[in-house]
């Protein structure tokens, strides 16, 4: 059976690995003129890296990432610690090393395309359009190319064509904050393997130590959809000036063109991924906000899913119908409580920040280690074998 791909992402990626080690013929165009991905990092938790373990790409990804030793999340004054964890405790009760792998996105998405043979991913194509009968998909692309499939995987991200074919035309909800991101020198104050958020009134700006003595850093601010400056790195030091250290001298030591600035988008979850013999994954299914960590990590899962429910059988259709049966919940659970705990981490009003960040204290060991085991300890179950 044929199955093509469109998009190269996180998703793409990792669904043309699983279903080549399902069997199936699987080839992925991506529209950018080659393999790229924004100068910024990426966490993926344990979650992710079992999924992949599973498809024998686990260890591709740890080469190329740093793992967590300590996570620690801090009021702005930079003093007063509000929760921390060493991740060291949950590799253990998890049985996955690391609990959270830290890694540049552009190293990320090189390991996952050294999984394939040369030839699978190609560039240069942007899916314009798609038509299906009840045996075939046909995919147009902007170049005039036109391919045809059993199967075709919309993995093109929150705007996606794929998407808009089974759904129609629909705007991403918004957020409320936008995020400034840069990758800088790892000063000596932050030792390997840590990361963090500092949060403060309507902003936060979290940390994450790269391979190569790098930072990873980002931020979330509440402004308005669309809002842009003409120095976005001028703009971002000035919505965190007077915050401790090393927040300002992070910002300081990026390079003016390596601050990318993006608003956050979701979209409200639906179950319409599938219609005959297209189906949609990762982003361009369930897109999320940043705050938990997990978009990334649910495109993955998505994909050894998807591949084990085509699996099953010659009945493309029902395959697909038992793909969105097992990740909807897990994928809407995300979403929502990703839209809830970036609500609460953007509000400004003093008095609430003060008692959220008191009551964050008390609750961490409850709720956190609840939303990590809920979260991080998942398995999508067996790659061989169709879950029960
Ligand atoms: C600020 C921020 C921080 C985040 N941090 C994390 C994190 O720490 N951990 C985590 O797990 N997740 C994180 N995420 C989420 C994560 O980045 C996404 O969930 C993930 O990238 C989704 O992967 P995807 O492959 O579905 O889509 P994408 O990464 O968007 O990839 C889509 C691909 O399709 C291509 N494409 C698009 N349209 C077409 C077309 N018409 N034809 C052909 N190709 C096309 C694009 O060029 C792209 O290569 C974060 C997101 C943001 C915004």
């Known amino acids: 059976m044929r199955v093509i791909v469109i998009g190269a992402g996180i998703g793409g990626l990792t669904a043309a690995i699983a279903l080549r080690r399902a069997g199936f013929d699987a080839a992925v165009y991506e529209r950018a003129a080659e393999l790229t991905e924004v100068g ?42 509000v929760a921390s964890y060493r991740a060291a405790d949950f590799e253990r009760r998890y049985g ?16 996952l395309a050294g999984c394939l043979p040369a030839g699978v991913v190609r560039c240069g194509h942007e899916c314009v359009g798609l038509e299906q009968d009840g045996s075939r998909v046909t995919v147009r692309f902007a170049n005039g190319h036109t391919d045809n499939t059993d199967v075709l995987v919309g993995a093109d991200g ?71 400056a003409a120095d976005e790195k001028a703009a971002c030091a000035e919505a965190f000036r007077g915050w401790a250290a090393p927040v300002p001298e992070l910002i300081a030591s990026t390079p003016p063109a390596a601050v990318l600035r993006n608003d956050s988008f979701d979209r409200p979850p639906t179950r319409e991924w599938a219609k ?57 659970a995300v979403t929502n409580e990703s839209w809830r705990l970036g609500r609460v981490g953007q509000w400004e009003g003093r008095a609430a920040c003060w008692l959220r960040d008191r009551l964050f204290r008390v609750l961490f060991p409850l709720v956190g280690e609840h939303s990590f085991s809920k979260f991080a300890a998942f398995d999508v179950g067996p790659f061989g074998e169709p879950r029960a």
């Open 40 to 81: 910024a990092g990426i966490s993926l938790w344990a979650n992710a890296l079992r999924a992949l373990d599973h498809i024998a790409a686990g260890d591709a990804v740890r080469a190329v990432s740093l793992g967590l030793v300590r996570s620690e999340f801090r009021v702005n004054d930079g003093r007063t610690v």
């Open 96 to 111: 996955v090393a690391p609990f959270i792998a830290m890694c540049h996105r552009a190293d990320l998405i090189a390991a």
């Open 158 to 228: 929150i705007k996606s064509v794929v998407r808009t074919h089974l759904l129609g035309p629909e705007p991403p909800r918004y957020s409320g904050y936008t995020c400034w991101r840069g990758v800088c020198p790892r000063p000596a104050s932050l030792p390997p393997g840590s990361a963090g958020e500092w949060w403060g009134r309507g902003r936060r700006f979290g940390i994450t130590t790269l391979p190569g003595d790098r930072v990873y850093w980002y931020t979330g601010v509440n402004a308005p959809a669309g809002q842009r």
């Open 276 to 332: 005959g013999r297209v189906v949609i994954v990762g982003d361009a299914a369930h897109p999320t906000t940043p705050n938990l960590g997990q978009g990334g990590c649910m495109a993955i899962e998505d994909a050894v899913v998807l591949a084990r429910c085509l699996k099953r059988g010659p009945d493309v259709p029902a395959s697909l119908a038992a793909f969105v049966r097992e990740r909807f919940a897990r994928t809407a």
